[in-house]
């Protein structure tokens, strides 16, 4: 929980009484690229990290609207500077963003703080370190529904203090959110290739992945008269987009979700994140492609556990776990447009180089579409970063590196600097000659791809990525280890950020010079272990 010890604010009157016309900002900080942006970098951000803006930000923009207020919502993906996306004389400013792109959301607070603003943050971050956040924001929220965002805009509070409130039970449908949809994912007003619109058919997770910041979450399925108006909305009205489901776990209660989407007749593309064990019939998987469905993600998670992923209670040999594995995405792939199989490799369970070798037969086969490969990232308010806290693991790594590439805990089962050799041959499988080969070439030449080439472009565009972004980073992170500090560092003998780290530091905080000083960036206030947190499965 964040720091009671705060000072509490004091409630002052509203420069402008509630009731007339205040000013509003929402802003979902989703990319920061970095200062000094390649044609790649802004291709991505475009194609990619465009799309990937939030429903809460869109819904709390809503129900300022509905109270009266003048809203202003934009996205960053750093496609410009930053801080001439909103207007200068705001009185409130929502603002959301990951862990990793915390640093943008606190200078952007600090900026707004001297014109007077009230600056409120919500989303992951304020969920996972609310203590750190509540340095640079005058209000941190966790759960919020309508009236605690009423009661900000009413009381203007200051002081870092934390609020939070029940979840909401309804939220704006998409037609209400449609202006921002279209702001925020749309390319010129209009739906290309790579927009969607995001819906939700569910909150929560019933799922206890130890690594994961929903573990503890309450799973709940929305209304399905309000699931249906949104699908009837968006195939009467924008027959051409794409729908993103953006729920935790897509259809825990397949009958119940399929049935609306069956009921509406969709028309419309959609793709969305699934566990393996909701997926354990073909009748099922029939079922999603004949509702629509063209894209499926599933997450492997680990080999290791792969018999969970499964919803088995006999662990597998490594071995097995592959070849299930590759089964399962084979049969996927040969009916969706597009899979995606999530990896992360690290975790508590993963050990020895057998592991390694079963990766690379298993992204080399071509079974799965995107291999999207992560490096653990210690979310707080999970068993796992609970778990690194008590073995003394979390290395003091700035939040700012909390992404791809950068290992901020120490592997219970490798030394840095072997591990990031196992990642590096992870990466160059998945981009080797005979993974592409495997998974683009058409069956006639001994191939997988089952759908028109142009339909695989989303699938040769993260390759590229993980050969021209991600695995060089990591080489570089490797070399590195060559320096004295960066060996002591993620031994645990030194708490001192390495000199390889701190100058990105330096570089990327840069743009925030007046605002957030790079210590206070560089020694991020973490969480706390949990002493007794909350186990079980939860499907209300």
């Known amino acids: ?36 942006l390649s044609w790649f970098d802004h291709l991505e951000s475009q194609l990619v990290f465009k799309q990937y803006a939030a429903i809460m930000p869109q819904v709390v923009k809503v129900w300022c609207k509905q109270l009266g207020c003048d809203v202003t919502y934009k996205t960053f993906y750093s496609q410009c500077d930053l801080f001439t996306l909103m207007p200068d004389d705001l009185d409130v400013l929502f603002v959301t963003c990951c862990t990793q792109e915390s640093h943008l959301a606190y200078g952007l607070s600090r900026y707004y ?10 989303g992951p971050h304020a969920h996972c370190f609310p203590n750190d956040a509540q340095r640079f924001f005058d209000v941190v929220v966790g759960p919020c529904n309508k009236d605690l965002v009423e009661q900000i805009l009413r009381d203007e509070p200051r002081g870092g203090v934390y609020l939070e409130s029940p979840p909401p039970t309804h939220f704006p449908g998409v037609e209400e959110r449609m202006e921002d949809i279209i702001e925020a994912l749309f390319y010129f007003g209009k739906p290309m290739i790579a927009s969607t619109i995001p819906i939700y058919a569910s909150v929560g997770c019933p799922y206890t992945c130890n690594f994961c910041v929903d573990y503890n979450s309450k799973y709940r399925t929305v209304d399905t008269d309000a699931l249906e108006a949104d699908l009837r909305y968006i195939n009467t009205h924008h027959p051409d987009a794409t729908i993103g489901f953006h729920d935790a776990n897509f259809a825990v209660r397949f009958d119940e979700t399929m049935d609306v989407l069956e009921r509406v007749d969709n028309k419309n593309g959609y793709g969305m994140g699934i566990t393996m064990s909701v997926l354990n019939t073909e009748e099922r998987i029939m079922r999603l492609k004949n509702s629509g469905c063209r894209y499926v993600q599933c997450g492997i998670e680990s080999l290791s556990g792969f018999h969970g992923k499964q919803g088995r209670s006999r662990k597998l040999g490594l071995d097995q776990a592959r070849q299930g594995a590759q089964d399962f995405f084979e049969n996927l792939s040969s009916v969706f447009e597009m899979t995606q199989c999530n990896i992360i490799f690290g975790l508590e369970d993963d050990m020895g180089t057998d592991l390694v070798d079963q990766y690379v037969e298993f992204v080399e086969s071509g079974a ?22 008590r073995e003394e693991r979390l290395l003091p790594m700035p939040f700012l590196f909390y992404r791809d590439s950068y290992l901020s805990v120490i592997p219970k089962h490798y030394d840095a600097r072997t591990y990031y050799q196992h990642m590096i041959t992870i990466l160059k499988s998945s981009t080797s ?28 565009t993260m390759r590229l990525v993980d050969r021209f972004q991600f695995m060089p980073t990591c080489q570089r992170i ?18 001192r950020l390495p000199k390889f780290f701190r100058r990105e530091l330096e570089e990327r905080i ?6 957030v000083e790079s210590d206070e960036i560089e020694y991020p206030h973490f969480e706390s272990e949990r002493v007794s947190p909350p186990q079980g499965l939860r499907v209300v």
Request: contains cysteine; charged residues 25%.
């Open 478 to 495: 490797l070399d590195a280890f060559d320096e004295p500090d960066m060996a002591a560092f993620y031994a645990g003998k030194s708490k």
């Open 368 to 389: 799965a579409g995107i291999i999207n490969m992560c490096i653990p990232t210690p979310f707080a308010q999970t068993p796992l970063y609970d778990t690194l806290v």
């Open 1 to 36: 929980m964040p720091d009671a010890g705060l000072p509490r604010p004091t409630p002052r009157p509203s420069r402008k009484p509630f009731g007339k016309t205040l000013k509003v900002g929402v802003v979902d900080v989703i990319y920061d690229a970095g200062p000094k």
């Open 113 to 122: 703080q001297k014109k007077g603003t009230v600056t409120v943050l919500g």
């Open 433 to 460: 000659n005979r993974a592409i080969y495997n998974r683009l070439a058409s069956p006639r030449l001994g191939g997988k791809r089952k759908f028109p080439f142009h339909r695989c472009a989303g699938e040769l």
């Open 510 to 515: 840069e743009r925030l010079d007046g605002l």
